[in-house]
């Protein structure tokens, strides 16, 4: 195919660093864009992806895979501040994940307009949630022509989702943020079912290799624990939502389970939190069976009883830290700004004091500069703090590690693999690792690792792939086998049916164009079906269902003597056959002007008003079955080989004489079944220097232990056999073939009861292979109606003008021309979608020179 479609890939964020994850995919002139995030480490305009490298009017869609605000929180932005709404474009995120976007943005905007930094309003919030759809997981979406997604669970969070894209053909799976271990509330991310063309897949952790989830709690508790014993107050910086969940379930099932902590009071400092409560309470259903089965118990496991709210006065966080030991979860976990970084800065000189980092820390941010443990941090305002509180991190970021991430890289199976949302260094270990793994295997996986703005282009075979519905799948075809029937295209899919079922799964009809012409008649019968044969090499003639004398053309056209004076073609349209019978109609009309006819009918004869007389001699350049015409033919091949190469040897099988059954003399039986094989075709040999090739007249092959003259011999061989073969022979692809007896045998077009189409034989047509073989000539047969689908529309022929008449029409039974039928009749191309079902007829008449 000449077709060789292009991928690009093209990274607006999240191209070797973490944040502002944006991925523009584009294909076959459809624009998919996933996640729309913001960069933590930066504030306003410098937080978000650089969109200004992408015409937003030509984004088909926008996919979110979760609440994050490095993965969803510019599309507002994007939305009312772009010019996205010039174009078609719509934005798709689960149900969770669009309830919980709601809280995390309004959150977002409250914390931005204390700043001259706001990206946007209230009120464009609002605006751009109206116009969010949301979908269910494992729900197929087609969100425009040539563009279906399904999202599939990707834990991470509630309402994580990675979408499985299908655009024009090409699958692409896109994970964002995804975790493989099942939680105290979460599902585990689900392998699709579907091998994806190309893989885009978060590489955060790069090689690094997380402990498990139980040593993990079992360490995190024990470090709380301490802290408290020492009389100091535990931070713990977390997201709003997400991960400070998990992080609640745990802490307040080791409360229920240590007495001595009843009185240390665990703080949740979030409003944010407390109003996305509801949403997890509604959404029980999305989350693993451990929560399911508590919940169907009326356990509601986020109603905590060990854990509270802040206070909600003024100047809480000091009255906190003065006060006994406690547990304070608080955002944002960045410590960028917010409850986290005041609580950071007021606890930090206080060595009783510790901080716990559970989730993954960005680079330029406080969690990661707090991580190195500096003697110093520097507040908000610019001050220096000196730092004395403890610093551990303990990871509970819901992404997969090096091991989780192989597996999962492994078990997708995709031919490209995309690393993004992972820093430069991570990046290239994992891309060398995962090339490690597939080179002992022996496996050719590419994997890329594009920096922002850098546009990837894949290039993909241009196969299509047709699925075969209806009556063609009920059987299961066999290797070799032909299949064909009406191809079918919508965006990009195509389905192969039989065209009978065209009404059942498309809701579409197809009409069959059946022409007819009529000729005014001024020659006999047998002068038209001798021109016929002359033109064609032969005709097979019978009697169609209504008893009229019917000849039919290379299988496709019918001439039928309607009346005495009067010829009507008949055949179904398409381009190939409004072709022959063009060529027919022209060679009819010209029969009275042609010297031939002349000629022809000059010879003596007694007087008669009958032209049903055959002429005296057949056609010179008809098809017949007698030997002497093979010979001929065969000759004539023979001398277009020697015209190439020379003396050309003709070898005919010698014919064993009959030997009784009892002889024992000469040679066994077994000897003579071991000579027989070779020697038993009839070939031609060419010789040319010292090699020699050999043309089998059975199969028509060549064979020569010189390839270069058997490829010449073979090329001078089929030009040979399309100069003496007739237009019958080659419309029908049945070439000359000759018997070991030396017998020719020339290939005629199946006769059935339909004209060339993909028809079975009728039994009563010549040919059918239910004739009685007879000496004399054969009853008239009966050609039956025909159907057929095909390309093509209705037509008119307009002939010469017809002066001569003549009272001759032939009658009783007519001469069978041609023998039986060989090869499957021939498969229409194609079939014309039209409104009306029912078949429709065009009628010319030519008489006088004028159609009527």
């Avoid at 965006?491 to 164009?513: I, K, N, Q």
Wanted: overall charge negative.
């Amino acid at each position: 195919m000449a077709d060789v479609p292009t991928l690009s890939i093209t990274l607006l964020g999240a191209g070797q660093e973490v944040g502002r994850s944006c991925c523009v995919l584009q294909y076959r002139g459809k624009t998919i864009v996933c996640d729309t995030g913001v960069h933590p480490a930066y504030s306003g305009m410098a937080s978000l992806p650089f969109i200004d490298e992408l015409d937003w009017s030509t984004v088909d869609v926008i996919l979110i895979t979760h609440f994050h605000l490095d993965h969803a929180a510019a599309l507002t932005y994007i939305m009312e501040k772009t010019n996205f709404k010039d174009g078609k474009g719509k934005a798709y995120m689960t149900h969770p994940t669009k309830a919980l976007h709601k809280f995390m943005m309004q959150d977002f905007v409250r914390m931005g307009s204390s700043t001259s930094d706001a990206l946007f309003s209230p009120m464009e919030l609002s605006m751009s949630m109206a116009d969010i759809i949301p979908v269910s997981a494992h729900q197929v979406i087609s969100p425009c022509p040539g563009v279906t997604f399904t999202p599939y669970h990707a834990g991470h969070v509630l309402g994580a989702c990675m979408f499985l894209i299908d655009i024009a053909g090409l699958k692409i799976l896109y994970t964002g943020d995804y975790s493989r271990e099942e939680d105290r509330h979460l599902v585990k991310a689900e392998i699709p079912p579907i091998r994806p063309d190309v893989l885009i897949v978060e590489s955060t952790y790069g090689v690094q290799t997380l402990e498990g989830r139980e040593e993990k709690e079992i360490r995190f508790t024990s470090l709380v624990h301490s802290i408290i014993r020492r009389g100091g107050h535990v931070l713990l910086p977390t997201f709003a939502l997400g991960r400070a969940q998990e992080l609640l379930l745990i802490l307040d099932e080791y409360w229920k389970k240590h007495p001595d902590l009843h009185n240390v009071p665990i703080y949740y400092a979030s409003s944010l939190a407390r109003k996305c409560m509801a949403v997890y309470q509604t959404y029980i259903h999305t989350m693993n069976q451990n929560v399911r089965s508590r919940f169907a118990k009326r356990d509601n496991p986020f109603i905590f009883s060990h854990v509270s709210n802040v206070p909600q006065s003024r100047g809480w966080e000091r009255k906190i830290a003065d006060g006994p030991p406690c547990v304070v979860l608080a955002s944002p976990g960045f410590i960028t700004q917010g409850p986290s970084r005041e609580l950071l800065e007021l606890w930090a000189p206080d060595s009783r004091n510790g901080v716990i980092i559970t989730g993954y820390s960005i680079e330029g941010t406080m969690a990661r500069e707090i991580q190195n443990e500096p003697d110093e941090i520097t507040s908000i305002k610019g001050h220096s703090i000196p730092r004395k509180l403890s610093v551990d991190e303990i990871s509970f970021s819901a992404h997969v590690d090096y091991s989780q991430n192989s597996e999962f890289i492994e078990a997708v199976h995709a031919e490209h693999i995309v690393l993004v949302h992972g820093e430069q260094t991570a990046m290239g270990r994992l891309k060398a690792a995962m090339q490690d793994r597939y080179k002992n295997r022996d496996e050719d996986v590419k994997i890329h690792t594009p920096r922002n703005l850098e546009t990837l282009e894949l290039t993909f075979r241009g196969e299509r792939v047709a699925k075969a519905i209806g009556t063609l799948a009920a059987r299961p075809p066999q290797a070799n086998d032909i299949v064909s029937g009406l191809l079918v295209a919508k965006d990009y899919s195509y389905t192969l049916l039989d065209p009978r079922d065209l009404r059942d799964f498309a809701g579409l009809t197809t009409c069959v164009v059946t022409q007819r012409q009529k000729i005014a008649l001024g020659v006999g019968w047998e002068l038209v079906r001798w021109h016929l044969e002359g033109m064609y090499g032969k005709v097979d003639e019978g009697l169609d269902q209504d008893g009229v004398p019917t000849m039919r053309v290379m299988g496709a056209i019918d001439v039928k003597q309607m009346s005495e004076h009067e010829l009507v073609l008949e055949w179904d349209s398409s381009a190939s056959n409004d072709m022959i019978a063009d060529s027919t109609l022209a060679l009819i009309t010209g029969i009275d002007k042609s010297p031939a006819s002349v000629k022809l009918t000059s010879t003596p004869h007694s007087h008669s008003h009958s032209h049903t007389e055959l002429p005296s001699h057949s056609h010179p350049h008809a098809d017949t079955d007698d030997k002497s015409t093979e010979g001929t033919r065969l000759r004539r091949l023979a001398m277009f080989l020697e015209a190439h190469f020379g003396d050309v040897e003709l070898h005919m099988p010698e014919e064993s004489p009959s030997q009784p059954k009892e002889s024992t003399e000469n040679n066994s039986q077994d000897e003579l079944e071991e000579e027989e094989p070779k020697d038993q075709e009839p070939a031609l040999l060419v010789t040319m220097d010292e090699a020699e090739a050999v043309i089998s007249l059975g199969s028509l092959t060549v064979t020569s232990t010189s390839d270069s003259l058997r490829r010449r011999v073979q090329l001078v061989l089929d030009m040979a056999l399309s100069t003496v073969s007739s237009l019958d022979e080659a419309f029908t692809a049945t070439p000359l073939v000759v018997t070991a007896e030396g017998e020719g045998e020339h290939g005629e077009s199946q006769i059935g009861d339909s004209r060339k189409s993909g028809e079975k034989p009728d039994d009563s047509m010549p040919g059918s292979g239910k004739e009685e073989a007879s000496g004399e000539e054969a009853e008239a047969n009966k050609i039956d109606g025909k159907e057929e689908t095909e390309e093509g529309a209705g037509k008119d022929h307009v002939g010469m003008q017809i002066d001569n008449d003549s009272d001759d029409k032939s009658g009783g039974e007519m001469k069978e021309v041609g023998g039986d039928a060989a090869g499957e009749s021939a498969e229409s191309e194609a079939s014309p979608v039209v409104e009306d079902a029912d078949k429709k007829e065009t009628e010319n008449t030519i008489t006088e020179g004028r159609a009527s």
